[in-house]
């Protein structure tokens, strides 16, 4: 038997379930309160790895990967556009999977997500080429989160068009600025030579 009371956001009403077998607490962002998430509702692979580990509920989940129930929930049900970097090892750690294991799930490449630190060589950039590179790296993540892949060096990208559509303008941009920056001037002070192309006298003719 169940009983279910809905959860509305306006009326700060909370939903709780009574299920058959495991089942969460979670909070909901709207109330405050706590609602009731059964385990039979979490989405594959994830269930079958926390099976894997003796997790049989999204708190257990969340308590071993220090996250709040809540959080677990709406990235397992692919409510998260974006999830950082010490989430997805907190999650990895938690399933006892590695972090491109779970990267991979959650569309964002078969790479270990780590922070990223710019090369030393990225202190000879101008300023113009660090704002571009900037950019790149924000156009190129920002579609991260949906399906499909494309390689580009060593990791997995979308495939999406707004994803491939980021990634050729940021080549653009970043193209853009270096060719300002290292293409040569013409100096104010050259004038063309009036004389270029026009034979010498006494050249060209017949002695």
Do not use: C
Request: proline fraction near 8%; glycine fraction near 6%; avoid cysteine.
């Amino acid at each position: 038997m169940s009983l279910t009371i809905a959860s509305h956001a306006a009326t700060s009403v909370v939903s709780l379930y009574f299920v058959n077998g495991p089942f969460t607490m979670a909070y909901t962002r709207a109330t405050g309160k706590r609602e009731t998430r059964p385990m039979n509702d979490m989405p594959e692979p994830w269930s079958s790895a926390a099976s894997n580990v003796g997790l049989n509920s999204y708190r257990k989940i969340a308590d071993a990967a220090g996250l709040s129930p809540a959080t677990v929930y709406r990235i397992f049900a692919g409510h998260r556009r974006s999830v950082h970097p010490d989430t997805i090892a907190g999650l990895a750690r938690a399933l006892r999977v590695d972090e491109s294991w779970v990267s991979e799930q959650l569309g964002m490449g078969q790479q270990t997500i780590q922070p990223y630190t710019p090369p030393a060589e990225a202190d000879m950039l101008t300023q113009r080429e660090r704002a571009a590179v900037d950019e790149l790296i924000r156009l190129l993540v920002m579609p991260r989160q949906t399906a499909g892949a494309m390689r580009l060096g060593d990791t997995i990208l979308p495939t999406t068009p707004d994803a491939v559509a980021s990634y050729e303008i940021a080549r653009a941009k970043l193209a853009e600025v270096e060719q300002a920056d290292y293409m040569p001037a013409a100096s104010p002070h050259e004038q063309p030579d009036p004389h270029n192309g026009v034979e010498e006298d006494g050249q060209g003719g017949n002695e």
